[in-house]
Every structure is written in C-alpha cells, then in structure tokens.
C-alpha cells in the first residue's frame, strides 16, 4: 500500500474493540509498515462508547484522524456505527456489525431507541456491509470472536496477505483461543 | 532484524526508564499516567511502588535519588499540584542519581477535573523539560531524561498528554541495553542538601546559572528538530500538536520542539528570521508563544483558536486554511437525538447504597475524586461539590463552621482518604468539628483500573503486606464514632448515616463492601422482576442499576446478564415484586 489507510473501529465497552486496534496494529507492523493508534481509556469505558482509530502507511504522523477523512469505519454496534457516521469519507466504506445494545438512557425510558435502524443505516451509508458477526460468532459456539469476524470483513478491503492476518492473530490472542479466532478470521474472511 | 515493538506512549516510557536504568519507582494512580508504572513493574531490577500519594511518591524517589540512584515518580497533571512542594525545593538542591518526573497532562479532559498546562510549572520550577511527540520520543527522551539529569544535577520533567500516552506507534528500541551504572553514591554535603537559609540562597544562583548551562544544552539538542519547507509559512510546535501540523503543512518549515525548557532562544530567532510568516501551534495554554513574543518576535494571530480543549486534526486542517487562504475543509455534522451512553456506576456497585441513602436524607454531599463522582448524576443526584483529592472532609467541616444551616456528609474513598483525607479528618477532630466522613471503602483503587492501596494487603510488587483499616486510623486520629456499614443494606446504611449526621461530634462511616469489577467475585444469585406483581411505580429506577430496565408495558425487568445479586432493587420495591432467583 503506498498511501495510509485510516481506520475507525467504534463499538460499546466490552465488545473488544479495542482488541481489534492491536491486531491491526500487529497486522501493520508484520507487513512492514508505518503505523499509529489513538484510543482513549477512563471514564468513558465503562458501558460507553468506545473508539479506537488506526492509521497505517508508508509513514505516519497523526494518531487521530480528521473528521471525514475514515476509509473504512467498522462499527460492532448499530447505532454507534450512526454516532460516528461523520467521521467516514463520502466513498469510504461503513461495517457493522448487525448487533443492538441499548443503553441504561433506553432501559430506563430517559431516552428513545431508534425506530428502523436498519434503513437509517442504509440511507447514511453509501457504501455499507451488514455483518452479522455475532449470529456467526455464535454459531462457531463463542460470541466473543465477533470481533476477529469482523476484522476478517475488514481484511478483505485491504492489500495484505491474509496469511499475516492469520500470524497477527496468533501473536496476540491467548493460545486456547487461536484456532477458534483463526476460524472466525476465515469465516468472513472467506464469505 | 531491527528490534521494533508497537508500543503506547505510556508502554514507552516504561521501556525508556528501564535502559535508562532506572532504579527506584513511586507514583500514585492516575490518568493518563497510571499504566508507566503497571508496565515499569515488569522489568527485573527496578524497584516500583505505589505511593499513597504524589507528594510522597516524589519524596520517595528523591530519596533513591540522595542515594546516587536513579529514580523516578509519575503522576497526572493535577498529582504534580500534590507533589510541588518537594519538586519546587528538590529544583534547587539538585539530583544526585538521575531524576524523572513524568507529569501526564490531560488536555480535554478526559478524565479529569482541570486541564492545566504543567509545562508552567518545570518553568516555575527551574527545572529542564522534555516533551515527547509519540511513542518513539518517549522512548528516546526517557533514556536521555536521566542523563540529563545527572549531567546538570537537576530534576527532569518528561510531559507527556494523554493523547501521546494512550496512543500507539512503532518504536525502534536499538540494543534495548539497560544502563544503570552511573558510579555515583551518597557523600555527604550538608550544604548542596540542606536548603536551610544560609545554604539556599547559593542554591537559587546555582540553579539560575544551571538554566543558562541548559539553554545553551537546548540549542544542541537532538530533540529540537527543524524541518525546513518550501513555501515561506514556518511553525513551532510541540508535543502531538507536531502530529497534526507536520499533515496539514506538508510544505511548510517545522520548528519542532522537544526540549521546552529551557527554549532554544537563538534557534527560535534564526528560525524566525528564516520564515516569511511564524506561526506557533501547540496544545493547552501559550507556553512557547508567551516566550517567543517576550523575545520580540513577530508571531501570527491566527483567528482558529488553538486554545481551550484537546487539539486534533480538525482543528490544525482548519488553521491551514486560513493561513493558506483555502477553502475550509468540508465536514458532515454528526447525527443527533441518538441515545447517549454515559458512564454510570456499575450493576452491584457498592457505592450505590450510600448514595442512595444520602438522596433520601437530602443532605448536602461534599464529594471528592473517584467513580463515585458519577453518584453526582441523575436518579441519585447526591453530590454536591468536588474540587481535589480528599477536600471533601475539608470542605465539610469549613460548610459546618461558616453556619451552613443543613446536614453536611463527606464521602471519598479508601484510596482517597488514605491520599489526603486523614490530615483533613484530623483537622476536624483538633479543631471540634462535628462534621460526618463517609468512606466508601472498596478495597481497591478503582477508578483508574483496580490498582492496590494501604487497604489491600498487597504491593505493586504482588507481595504480601498489611492491610491497613480506615476505622483504625479514624480511632486513632481520635474519632470516637467510627461505625462500619454494609452498603448493599439499604435501611442499615440509611439509618446509620442518619444517627451520624445528627450527632454533634465528629464521626466517620465505612461503607465496606469490595469494588464488584475489581474483586471479580462469582455472582451466586441474580434477581427477577414478576411482572405480575409490578405497579409500574418505578421506585426500583432511583437507585440508577444499569440492569433494571423498562418494558414495552411499563413494568420492569432485570437483565440477568448484568445483574450480580447485589439485591438492592429487592429492597426498595414495595410491592415485594422482585425476587431472588437462581443463577
């Protein structure tokens, strides 16, 4: 690749998005490449929403990405994937996850839960890719690979080998879980 | 191969400070600094603690650095407040071994109270400064910190903002040699080390004479970079604002600044001179730009403001246009009326019962830092005021001695009492206050991610140590009501309060329950609501449990993923709807 991508991973608290900004950034530096991550940790992890921005590249300087300047926002919750539907280029590409967490605002009553989610999605998108990483994740039998699901999608959109995807991945998750993470990657990778 | 790692600012600065050879550690939690130190403790041969707070985490490597060792202590940018009173004398006797103190500024406010600009205080303090752009710089100037240090006898400042602390990059560790031999050792010198008046006064003109040795160091040094362009418009800057400037001004020259104190002043002067148009981007206050303009030099004024809040690229491309006189850069408002996700104290939170209890008495809540701070939200609303660490008991006994009419509760936590809430709880006792502490004490240091404390029997190191109680302390300070609650007890803990706030003597309650994240201990019941049996009264949402939620009908239910059985909802349901299940 010989201009930087940049990538927003947005999510809720828990969902491991911001394991998915490290394996990105293993992917990067196992394929040679400059890279810089910006994630922001405290208060705002505990149920909130969560951001992690990755840029890779010949050479990198900024870990933050310009509002409108995102190639590709992947998104592990629906409505989080409208919350920082701005910061995505017009052509740039929209992954989401097809999951619905609502927040104690909703539970409560204090705040209302988007009607249609799924044709709002449509409209802001021009470019959008439904996932629905978790069902997947759940069939393989472990809802929490929803993520390494979706960094597969992900790693379609992008000119690296996929087998230093596959090494990324066994670097950094926990041995017990590589073959099942490495499947997931496939799954989606593959789809 | 080169050995290349990807590495957090803060993951950094670890690794510097260990080839650095770094010996001695001591910081107390806090963000954005608090991983240096989770990460410094893996590392053999150095020696890391948490120190109950930052004023003696500093005293402590002080003395390590007496000893001719190097030493260090971290801190966020509000901690060093704690700790200047040691780093502003420390400034004039000078390091022995090398000295590092790393402040961890918080531009917007991410998690703290304030934004202030530390950079002021390594001028106020005379001390050199280094302020490091990624995770490479951090790496970089950590090692040469120490050196430095040693070298002109001074305190170093590393300042780093959250930004660069929590974001990631490459960083190229070379030999990843620890140096740690750096041959010095206590001699004994009364007059380099006691600032008593006779010998301060010759320290004050050898600091003054040691800053003047330091800018010339600055002019020279590998950390104060220029870039030169092409296209007349020439910028300093500093810290992650370089970050932002060297993409939006690909063509501009770049004075960037590693080294902020003492500043380069010739460097700055030529480089002024070599530009058509000088502009200064940097984050948080106008450190630099003050001093440059001081020097008489012609700066722009550019009309985006780079005050106030975090920078970032948005803001840096806006300044582009207007300095280039282009088009400013098109941007999609963000999409608005969807559902916030506050932070909210979690299912099972121990504090919750005390705040509970304190909404219903409507008492007036001095309040101090920690998660608890959230108690100050909607349905609980039971926080009144938070300035600093531990000045909720301050702030309560000075409420009751100016005539405040109302009932007055402290609340802070176990780490914050053991911080700076005990001399505050002294105070009331000399002083005959009659104010009322409540200590929530969770066993742990939650809010910046489950560290140990004096209350946890266990050291940064994972040794065993004792496990100090607050109503021992409280006793001891001489306290004569010191009551213990159960905060997952509603009526308890209410009637408790009660009786303190009504007693006209000093007390202090421990709510004592552990931190439901930290101890991660297993849930052995959950709680149901029975829809039948539900009024729809709602009382069940005061107590503000992220697992109660309402259903399309208007009953609640309980989300038995979130729920931990803490069985608070039981309690304050009239109707005796809810009810314990099985997990």
Redesign the interface.
């Known amino acids: 690749m010989n201009k930087v991508i940049n990538i927003s991973i947005v999510g809720?608290g828990g969902q491991g998005t911001l394991l998915s900004g490290?394996l990105l950034?293993?992917v990067?530096?196992l394929a040679g490449m400059?890279?810089?991550?910006?994630?922001?940790?405290?208060?705002?992890?505990?149920?909130?929403?969560v951001i992690s921005q990755v840029k890779l590249g010949p050479k990198?300087?900024?870990?933050?990405?310009?509002?409108?300047?995102t190639d590709i926002l992947v998104s592990f919750e629906k409505?989080e994937a409208?919350?920082w539907?701005?910061l995505?280029k017009k052509d740039g590409v929209a992954m989401v996850n097809a999951q619905e967490i609502?927040?104690?605002?909703?539970?409560?009553?204090a705040?209302?839960?988007?009607d249609e989610l799924d044709k709002r999605l449509g409209d802001?998108f021009e470019n959008l890719e439904l996932i629905p990483a978790l069902d997947m994740a759940q069939e393989m039998g472990n809802a929490k690979c929803a993520n390494v699901i979706m960094i597969g999608a992900l790693a379609k959109h992008m000119d690296i080998d996929p087998e230093i995807w596959r090494q990324a991945i066994r670097e950094l998750v926990k041995p017990k879980f590589v073959d099942l993470n490495l499947k997931a990657f496939d799954a989606s990778y593959n789809l | 191969m080169a050995n290349k790692k990807i590495l957090s600012g803060n993951e950094a600065i670890a690794a510097g400070a260990y080839v650095g050879g770094v010996s001695v550690a001591s910081a107390y939690p806090g963000t954005p600094s608090t991983e240096i130190l989770e990460n410094l403790v893996k590392y053999p041969d150095v020696y890391c603690e948490w120190a109950v707070n930052e004023k003696v985490g500093m005293e402590v490597a002080i003395g390590a650095s007496f000893a001719g060792k190097r030493s260090m202590t971290t801190m966020k940018h509000v901690g060093l407040n704690v700790a200047m009173d040691p780093l502003m004398t420390f400034a004039y006797v000078g390091a022995n071994g090398g000295f590092v103190v790393v402040s961890a500024d918080d531009p917007g406010m991410h998690s703290s109270q304030n934004e202030q600009d530390n950079r002021y205080i390594a001028k106020f303090a005379k001390i050199p400064m280094l302020e490091p752009s990624d995770s490479q710089d951090a790496y970089d100037m950590m090692i040469e910190a120490f050196k430095l240090s040693e070298k002109f006898s001074i305190p170093v400042m590393l300042r780093t903002t959250t930004r660069v602390s929590h974001s990631s990059g490459i960083v190229e560790l070379g030999d990843f040699k620890r140096d740690a031999e750096n041959g010095k050792k206590y001699e004994k010198n009364i007059p380099y080390t006691v600032p008593v008046p006779l010998y301060s006064r010759p320290m004050h003109v050898r600091i003054e004479q040691k800053l003047i040795d330091l800018e010339a160091y600055s002019e020279t040094s590998k950390f104060n970079r220029l870039e030169k362009g092409t296209d007349g418009v020439g910028i300093i800057t500093s810290g992650i604002a370089y970050a932002y400037v060297r993409e939006a001004f690909p063509n501009a020259s770049i004075l960037h600044l590693g080294m902020t104190n003492p500043l380069p002043k010739k460097m700055i002067a030529d480089f002024a001179a070599s530009v058509d148009r000088l502009y200064i981007a940097e984050e948080d206050e106008p450190f630099i730009e003050e001093q440059v303009r001081a020097m008489g030099i012609k700066v722009c004024d550019p009309e985006t403001s780079l005050r106030i809040g975090e920078l970032n690229p948005d803001r840096i491309n806006l300044m582009a246009a207007e300095v280039y006189g282009t088009e400013k850069p098109a941007k999609a408002e963000p999409i608005t009326g969807l559902p916030g996700r506050p932070p909210v104290l979690c299912p099972g939170c121990s504090h919750r019962g005390v705040f509970y209890a304190l909404s219903r008495l409507k008492c007036m809540v001095t309040g101090d830092i920690g998660c608890y701070s959230l108690g100050a939200f909607p349905p609980l609303s039971a926080m009144d005021t938070i300035i600093c660490m531990g000045a909720s008991v301050g702030n309560a006994h000075g409420l009751a001695k100016a005539g405040y009419e109302g009932k007055v509760a402290a609340v802070l936590g176990d780490s914050t009492f053991f911080h700076s809430g005990i001399t505050g709880l002294l105070n009331i006792v000399y002083n005959k206050g009659c104010s009322t502490v409540i200590v929530l004490d969770n066993r742990i240091t939650a809010m910046t991610g489950h560290q140990d404390n004096p209350g946890t029997g266990k050291t940064l190191m994972g040794e065993e140590t004792i496990a100090t109680r607050v109503e021992a302390i409280a006793a001891g300070l001489g306290v004569h009501r010191v009551r213990t609650v159960d905060p997952y007890n509603l009526d308890e803990t209410y009637n408790i309060i009660k009786e303190e706030l009504e007693s006209d003597e000093p007390s202090v309650v421990v709510s004592c329950r552990p931190c439901v994240l930290g101890a991660r201990l297993k849930v052995v019941r959950k709680f149901a609501v029975e829809s039948d049996k539900c009024k729809k009264c709602k009382m069940c949402l005061k107590i503000g449990c992220p697992a109660i939620e309402v259903a399309d009908d208007g009953t609640t239910r309980i989300n038995p993923v979130l729920c931990v059985g803490c069985g608070m909802c039981e309690q304050v349901c009239k109707f005796g709807a809810i009810k314990e299940t099985g997990i």
């Open positions: 809720v490290e950034c293993r990067a530096l400059d890279v810089k991550k910006s994630e922001v940790h405290g208060m705002a992890q505990r149920g909130g929403s990198v300087y900024s870990p933050l990405i310009p509002e409108g300047g409505v409208l919350r539907a701005h995505l609502r927040p104690i605002t909703v539970s409560t009553g705040a209302q839960w988007p802001t």
